[in-house]
């Protein structure tokens, strides 16, 4: 207190700020949009997130050489793009209405600051509660077709279209692995998390969790605790599958089905430019014909505005279509940094730095099926955990945790 003015520290400006910023993004059911008031909110929240890290704090000063060099880099990237797309006659609006989405990945540079602020401990903690956030204002903002769900049946997407942004899927890693959290709430946390990673019925996120639980017990010390947290997730396992065995034999009896389908012939046609340049790719705004990738949609005209969306559902060969091998090497260095390609980091003794990493996996194996690049919540979050593994493996700093 100064002069009778109560001052709030920096750490408890950043922590109101990133919680106000990441609560008001999980009220974001998928893409922002005009049509949803919760994007107005966010927006705002994201400007204050923003000017707090560039105004208010050292973050230039402390932000590494190497983060400027791969910032130059992929900026120069961009650029070439542009004037490739404009070589094979994009329009310039399509150029940049396909490259706003990846401007989120500047999150990118604001989230190393946050973590030193507030602590690795305390921003994981936001990211866990605005996963819930997520699976609370989707129910209480949907309640109606949540009855309908809950006395039908089926998937939620058939009541609910978009939910499929992966806050639940990332939300049972976190409750499952951060330390310092009460048994009863881990539970209780993972199970509302599974009940929605289930209602969705998104197999890849089914498929990767299942791999999670299978290799947990080996991520614990000793032989008689890794034997009981075994069987307690086999107890788990077969409960779901008593309760939900016939719904997950139809989602996976789907397999190859109208979604699947899509997504291949995305594959080939993402290939096919790929082939025909495969420096510079096809450049961002590039239309996919419904009709070669999507013929049962293409047939139903008076659903669709246009012949052509501007995305495909995998990140990495939309990356190779539309900006060549020089786009997908920046997501090589992306992978890199996210910590995902040595093993030893799953097994790490910090369930900090498990958590940051399983979750990066998690969100990377998501990217892999879907228009995830579009979903901002899916690039921030994978922003917070990219940065908080470089903080907890970086030996040359100290790491704060509360």
Sequence with gaps: MRGGKILLSKESTGFFILSFMLVSLSALSYVPSPEQFSLYFFAMAYVLFALFSFIFSDWWRSISHTCIFLFLLAFLSVILNFFVSMAVDIQIGKWFRSFVPIMFFVSLLFAPFYLRVIGVRKVFLILLVSCFFYCAFLFIFNFDKFYDFMRIGGRLTFYLQDSVVPYPYVGVILAVLLPGIKAVVRIVLSCVFLFFVFAVGYKIQIIFLFGFFLFLPFSYSGAQRKLFVFLALLIMLVGVFVFAGDYIVQRFSSIGGGGDQVRMLEIE??????????????????????????????????????DSVSYIHNFPLYLLMVGG??????????????????????????????????CSLALIVFFTTSAAFKQIQSVVLLSFFISAFNQLTDQSRRVVYE
Aim: a neutral charge; aromatic letters at 20%.
């Design 325 to 358: 091998v020089v786009f997908f090497a920046l997501f090589l260095i992306l992978l890199k940094f996210a910590g995902v390609l040595s093993v030893r980091n799953f097994f790490s003794s910090d369930k900090y730095v498990q958590s940051a990493v399983w």
């Design 269 to 306: 046609y993402a290939w096919s430019v790929f082939q025909s340049s495969p420096l510079w790719g096809g450049g961002l705004g590039l239309d996919v014909p419904l009709n070669l990738t999507r013929p049962t949609y293409a047939e139903q005209s008076e659903l669709w505005a246009s």
